[in-house]
């Protein structure tokens, strides 16, 4: 099965400033299988990015997706007081075609 | 925009089955480009997709438990529900329900925990 692999595990920003988080995958993945959610605490997971890069609606501009085969990212260009949460990243596919999660990236307060 | 809520109870005894339920509200469950699927989060830990179910009955299982799942559609309910049998600690977690479509899960509840504890 296909592993991901997120980095950093935490990401210490201040608002206004632009976090970068990494998802790499430990096989090559088709980027139409990709997707990236954002967590708060208490939360369900909520779609942000689908395809690797399309934005789910309702998800502002200020986050974009990119990337393909096995490297990905997913960038928020300003941090909002209401980004400072976890993301993961989601893949579906394999041999068993299931979704399979990285282990999230937590994005806090600095 | 549609919603999505579990519910079941929050207390499993160990060996006993789980047995949750999704009420779907603002959209209908039968239609046929979407699927329904549930995860769950054990706590401080990521997520893991147990499985789908489309309206038409069709399921798909993750392998790592897939002996012990069955997902339904409500026969007579905009719902879709979850049972796994023979639970010991290590399902103690927050359950999820979700819409998906195609590669990705569009719409989550908000979760509810289930622990398995005598």
């Known amino acids: 099965e296909i592993v991901l692999t997120q980095s950093p595990g935490t990401l210490s920003l201040s608002p206004g400033e632009r976090a970068t988080l990494s998802c790499r995958a430990s096989?090559?993945?088709?980027?139409?299988?990709l997707a990236w959610y954002q967590q708060k605490p208490g939360q369900g997971p909520r779609l942000l990015i689908y395809?690797?890069?399309s934005r789910a609606s309702g998800i502002p501009d200020r986050f974009s997706g990119s990337g393909s085969g096995t490297d990905f990212t997913l960038t928020i260009s300003r941090l909002e007081p209401e980004d400072f949460a976890v993301y993961y990243c989601?893949?579906?596919?394999?041999?068993?075609?299931?979704?399979?999660f990285g282990p999230g990236t937590k994005v806090d307060i600095k | 925009q549609v919603q999505l809520q579990e519910s079941g109870p929050g207390l499993v005894k160990p060996s006993q089955t789980l047995s949750l339920n999704c009420n779907v509200s603002?959209?209908?469950?039968?239609?046929?480009?979407?699927?329904w699927s549930w995860l769950r989060q054990p706590a401080g830990k990521g997520l893991e997709w147990i499985g789908r179910?489309?309206?038409?009955?069709?399921?798909n299982y993750n392998p790592s438990l897939k002996s012990r799942v069955t997902m339904s559609v409500g026969s007579s309910k905009n719902q879709f529900s979850l049972k796994v049998t023979s639970v010991t600690a290590a399902d103690t977690a927050v359950y999820y329900c979700?819409?998906?479509?195609?590669?990705?899960?569009?719409?989550w509840g908000q979760g509810t925990l289930v622990t398995v504890s005598s």
């Open positions: 179910v489309y309206f038409s009955g069709t399921t």
């Open positions: 096989h090559s993945i088709l980027s139409n299988s």
């Open positions: 979700a819409r998906g479509y195609r590669y990705q899960l569009l719409d």
């Open positions: 395809g690797a890069s």
């Open positions: 603002g959209g209908s469950i039968s239609s046929g480009s979407y699927y």
């Open positions: 989601q893949q579906y596919g394999g041999s068993s075609s299931i979704f399979t």
